[in-house]
């Protein structure tokens, strides 16, 4: 056994007697205000050792990698793989990343620069561990759920802006979860760049990029373009996708295509593939992934939808769990033990669970969960989600319903989560607002305050209909509310790491603002002096007539769900705007206190259509949403450029270069008192921030990556 596959193995087993004697067991360590015990070494090699690290303070163990950087290569290499980590974790198929500190070699006793990685320690298992067990391959369904989940892994990756190469993809990187999940690791080789030599190179050039690529690879794994790289071919995502064929033939045959790694074989694909039927449903996936020219491989995209169309056509459930990897292994042998191995990285075989396969579920903390509308019946053929994965995953992962569902999707549902707590929040959202009420949005991030209070155990799921914007809206405002964030900013590039960039509208934005001047200290809180919106004006004249020449305007004005003013009437009583007019002014006069939402529409008139006879229907040309309270008593016109509209209609020909909306309005100077007082009068609730986060470790990592300094 080499000896990479060694400290594989002794990851999951325990480290030899040798191992033991390392001197940095015993020590206490101190990372994110966090002190962890050293406990044991679980592997060894050229590069780093990883331990098993226990928190003092809660008795949980962690895993730790201490890698030691002797230049400043080494020193760039180690943080670039940190960087990696950290952007890709979420995914349920990439281990996922904790903490991290930095230690310079000033500090050391070894004059190396030093950095200590803490994630949570993985206790399911690898899959290298349950192959080399073996006597036969796994079934093909097996093959196809294991291979599938690695597949989603590198999709993950090479969806990133850019694309991020692993460049060392093999079965020793692909670990299992507490879940039964495979998990991707070891990003210590990836990279966004791309190499492309052509026949101006001179064989300097082709010499260092080949000893490049040998650094940071496995030679048996290597790609054609990668081994020889005077064939000119790009060196860039297309050799992870080599490394993929290289790994299901493996799965189905118990060998390596490639396994003496002889560089004649490899550039000239001369592989074979046995005769056997039982595995012919992936030639196709093999031949795509071995081709020799780059730009003739499958994409990862291909992979899937063929893996895909495999289940499809043998009724495979690509979902369901992969099972006790216990009861997978096939008795006594190794397969592996011609393998030559020459790599001398260790493999990081660090690793926490987020997800069962997918399942679209991101934690944004340890504590608050976000995804979309789970779906049944029909719609399960087409999303993601179905209800019953998304029970069966919150109960065995918070058991006891130590869960709360909060649904802002506007869709009510009573029977989908059993006797788990939900909360309809469609109270929070009446018909044309796309940003909460200031009051409704207070109230609901206190209630889950309150929930998470009441119980350490206690978990909110949070979801909207696509888990994006008005998920985010809700997720922000309660990091905002318990004190966390004082920038709402701040709190959107978290959801977006954690889960996707949150595409927010503007409005949603400006509450979450909003909220945060509620909260902080001290608090700026809204007045409630009634204003009259006297006009609207649109400048320059949007262009919404079939041959963009101008536009038929008319406004709808809503104070939370009462509609006070609509200046909708018969098509031709109402007036066209031209372009060369400059702006559209349009008279309101109407007076409100509270949540506003101004809607301006265009008119057609279209026979026959929903609203005929001579009537109207409105294409709309854009909405403003805001709060009365944040209105200066002297200020006298809102302005609203672009990108402060919500709901702009698609297209670059509608609007003008600096379109902007206007509201003229006038500021009460008598406060109207409201029929009941704002839940921040009344909120008697002692917030810290430690209440939204599962450990102090994590709070500490969360503050010190996405708080403004």
Known sequence: MSDLLKSAYEYFSGPTNGQSDNSFVGQVVEISNVKLRIKKVIAEGGFAVVFVAQDIATGKDYALKRLLAADEEAKNNIIQEINVLKKLSGHPNIIQYLSASFIDKAQTTHGQSEFLLVTELCTGGSLMEILQSRTSPFDPETITKIFYQAAKALAHMHSQTPAITHRDLKIENLLIGKDCTIKLCDFGSSTTEIYRPDISWSANQHSSLEENMARFTTPMYRAPEMVDTWNNYFIGPPVDIWALGCILYTFCYLKHPFEDS?????????????????????????????????EQRLTVSGVLEQLAAIAESNGYNLKAPLGLFSSLKGGAGSFLKNLKDTSTKVMATMQQSIARTDLDVNYITSRIIVMPYPSEGLESAYRTNHIEDVRLFLDSRHPNLKYSVYNVSGKSYHSKFGQARVVDCSFAYPEQFKAPLLNSLYQLCEDVYEYLAGDSRNVVVIHCTDGKATSAT???GLLIYAGLFEVPEDALQMFAVKRCPPNMRPSELRYLYYLADIVKNPSIQPHYKPITLVTVQMQPVPLFTKIRDGCRPYVEVYSENRCLLSTLQEYEKMRLFNIAEGKVLLPINVTLCGDVCVVLYHARNILGGVMSQGKATGIKICQIQFHTGFIAEEETCLRFNKSELDELSEGQDHYQDRFTVSLNVFVSDVERKPSQPPPWLTDQTRRVADTVFGTKIEQDETVDNFVSK
């Not at 592989?271 to 056997?276: A, R």
């Open 474 to 476: 809700m997720v922000c």
């Open 262 to 294: 002889a560089k004649l074989r490899i550039i000239n694909a001369n592989y074979n593939l046995p005769p056997d039927p039982k595995y012919s449903c992936f030639h196709d996936i093999i031949r795509g992934c071995l081709r020799v020219n780059p």
